[in-house]
């Protein structure tokens, strides 16, 4: 009779772990290309294996319980009068504190290191790049090459990135999982991030952040290069015979799902702080006192 139950447990284990690691080829995020992630990645799984240590022996305990005090165990020692022990208390407070204690010694630690406006030290210089999320698409622009992307962002392998993250409509989150650091992206706000590729290679680009029914398809494809590729793509964009300026902008931000890539050969100057500023209050109340005094004044 007990081999047949530890029989059946073993095999409603098995089916219940089965499930859970079929999706194991699908955590990217354990698979990192960049400083940021490799760090990432080493801190989610020292939380992991300190919160185990909580976790595995409550598993234990509570199979073990059961099957040692079941009513037909009549060799398992009852004791109805016990209350306390000192043993287990003590192992029950200083345990969890001791973790808690580390993982906030980390957190603590971590937290200043990875900041994610903090630039990354390199010989290299940064490429700077302004992000805009849309509904429900990315928009990338590259101020130093004058150039302006939708639905791709290229760049130079091994090569600190340094982004410019806002949005033109909801809150939404700018996330590589592969080079590591999520980060929100909100209207009339500037959020910073600086990411580095270790290797060249394609990684994908999400949305974190539910932001309507475009949501499942708000992603990008992040594909890092050799820097004369880079540079011989930069050269292949300014053939586009798009132009990205106030009123092709006002087509683009229109809700919509594309997967398609848009490529623009210029950009409208400043057209970047165009968009954090139109839902700052007081640049709009600024606008429109403008706009109303400009006709008197030609009166």
């Not at 799984?45 to 009549?74: A, C, D, G, H, Q």
């Not at 996330?175 to 209207?187: E, K, N, T, V, W």
Request: proline share 7%; net charge neutral.
């Amino acid at each position: 009779m007990k081999r047949k139950f530890g029989f059946l447990f073993a095999m409603l284990t098995l089916l219940c772990v089965v499930p859970l690691l079929s999706g194991c080829n699908e955590l990217i995020l354990f698979n990192p290309k960049g400083p940021i992630g490799e760090s990432e990645k080493v801190i989610i799984l020292v939380s992991f294996v300190l919160m185990l240590l909580v976790v595995i022996p409550v598993i234990v305990m509570s199979i073990w319980f059961p099957l040692k005090y079941r009513e037909s165990n009549t060799k398992a020692h009852y004791d109805p009068n016990w209350s306390y022990s000192k043993k287990i208390e003590i192992a029950m407070w200083l345990i969890p504190i001791i973790i808690v204690s580390i993982l906030s010694t980390i957190l603590w630690i971590e937290t200043h290191r990875l900041d994610p406006y903090k630039p990354i030290q390199s010989d290299v210089k940064p490429l700077d790049v302004e992000v805009v999320s849309l509904d429900w698409k990315w928009l990338f622009i590259y101020p130093e090459q004058n150039i302006a992307v939708v639905n791709q962002f290229v760049f130079p392998a091994k090569t600190p990135l340094s982004f410019k993250i806002t949005s033109d409509t909801v809150m939404t989150s700018f996330f590589i999982p592969q080079l590591g650091s999520q980060i929100y992206a909100m209207a009339g706000m500037q959020t910073r991030l600086h990411l580095l590729a270790d290797e060249q290679g394609d990684y994908t680009g999400q949305n974190q952040q539910f932001s309507g029914s475009g949501f499942p398809d708000m992603s990008f494809n992040a594909k890092a290069t050799s820097q004369e590729s880079f540079d011989s793509w930069v050269q292949q964009v300014k053939k586009s015979p798009d132009k990205l300026d106030t009123a092709r902008f006002e087509e683009l931000r229109k809700p919509g799902v594309s997967t398609s890539v848009i490529h623009f050969s210029s950009i409208e100057p400043g057209l970047f702080e165009k968009i954090i500023n139109k839902y700052d209050p007081l640049t709009r109340s600024s606008n429109t006192t403008g706009n109303t005094a400009h006709p008197a004044h030609g009166k």
